[in-house]
DNA sequence: TTTT
DNA sequence: TTTT
């Protein structure tokens, strides 16, 4: 029940491998940048193609899921409200500004590395099932952190 | 048909007058902003509320719509797409950036200032019709422009 | 996170008084239909308009804001998702389908009746307050509750 | 510009081949109804599963897409109306109905039966190109229409 | 009737 | 800078 709605709707491909932070022993944050294509006609009649670069930030389980199984190339589709922070600019003292999508809901739309039809991941493991990213510390060596094991089947992939 | 999606969903609260631009003789920009409501609940229960500002643009058709229904305080439920702007600050040299929401879709959901209970508007004209601003030239002195009549009965509200 | 999306969004009319049924002592049921419409040109280039009739249905905490603040002819925005229910008719036998809108979000757009500029509600009270139908047991006799008025203030409206 | 809103988004799983029906030269018609999955916990904290299947109708280009690269188990995001038809029912006089959602955008999520991951399929035209069907005459033997060349790059695929 |  |  709310008096006002902020919702953003984006389906797309991740820009990179998203950027972890442990704030505390309980909050993951994930930031990460996703692609969407604009086609539009010129007043000449030609087809052009724009790509509009989207700020992402997930929380706490959602993080997780961000962390475990999203990378650079990867197609999703969230859901999410836009939030605007601003801060002041240590060197210049100028107000600045950076729109980020809060994500509320994330749907998977593929695996490995966005490649919808590639073969090759289940060659690495050879079991056929999907391979993910339970940790990335080399990516980010200064976190510490481990997959929650508890309140599910290990092997069972949240979404 | 699309590859990708670029969605978002508004409504709330216009927190100015919109600004109006003439570009060409046939493009009209309209620029405002909107207001969202978030209220969440801290660590100690106790429930907070922040405003989210919201940069609008309308174009075209829908611009001239803004222009003669949107003003300070009206409540609008607005479809669009994200739009990011960037530009290299003249004093700083400084990337800036700039996200908007473009409107492709404008409902309106109040009239006169968002009062949508108010009964002083009706007394204005004396015959219980909503009254639009046809122009808004005191606020924009240096525009020149008139509102189409062609193409449609100018008595009837276009949404 | 989901695998699938399911989700609606409407913003229309509310067609007449929500029917409310009490399950149990914690399950409140409210259902009514909101008219949406919709305008098109035919080949002629004449424009004609339909009006799409939708089945909404809230639980909980959601029927009872339905309950006490929507009625026929409130303007409301809904979002939800979509239930197709089946049954056999006991007459012939044949099976048989409703599509209704569950509403996960609800905001209001207008007070009394769905008159957004009408002044004569405020006259009734006196005090320029927003007066809400905390029961409704003319319109639905044989149901028995009472508006909980424990967990907030009973002044504050809840959305 | 509307003065109400009617829109639906799924995300799901194609349940069987579209049926294919062209009315006149100019319009095709595809008819095909899509899975979604709800999960929910009941009193006993239990984790359920539901299917929802959702009728879906396109018209014109968006059906010709259809017809050329949506098959049983392609997984695809939707965006549409929801539009609610009746009739008389021939045997037993009663009224019925069905809720279908009108499609308005088309995204292809994946190719070869929603087998995101599988690689059979550029094997069977060894040059690793997406390969779709152009005519479904087999499943539809009385239709006799043919793909448009014209307009555009024919290896392009449109989305 | 889909999918995980 | 909106609104409740």
């Known amino acids: 029940m709310g008096k006002t ?9 991740v820009g990179k491998d998203p950027e972890i932070h442990v704030l505390q022993a309980d909050n993951t944050v994930a930031n990460f940048t996703l692609a969407t294509n604009d086609i ?6 030609e087809s052009h193609e724009t790509t509009e670069w989207h700020n992402l930030v997930a929380f706490g389980r959602t993080a ?3 962390r475990d ?6 197609r999703i589709y969230v859901e999410g409200k836009l939030r605007t922070r601003s801060w002041d600019d240590r ?16 749907t998977l739309l ?13 060659s690495e493991n050879g079991n056929g099932a999907r391979q ?11 976190q510490d952190y481990a997959y929650s094991e508890q309140g599910g089947d290990p092997n069972e992939i949240p979404f």
Chains 1, 2, 3, 4 share one sequence.
């Open 5 to 13: 709605v902020n919702k953003s709707i984006l389906l797309g491909h």
């Open 40 to 45: 539009y006609r010129d007043r000449m009649g």
């Open 64 to 66: 997780e899921v961000v």
């Open 69 to 74: 199984y999203v990378q650079k190339g990867s």
């Open 91 to 106: 060197e210049t003292g100028q107000k600045k500004y950076r729109t980020e999508i809060v994500i509320l809901d994330l």
């Open 110 to 122: 593929s695996f490995n590395n966005g490649n919808e039809n590639g073969a090759d991941y289940s």
């Open 132 to 142: 993910v990213r339970r940790s990335n510390t080399q990516q980010h060596p200064g």
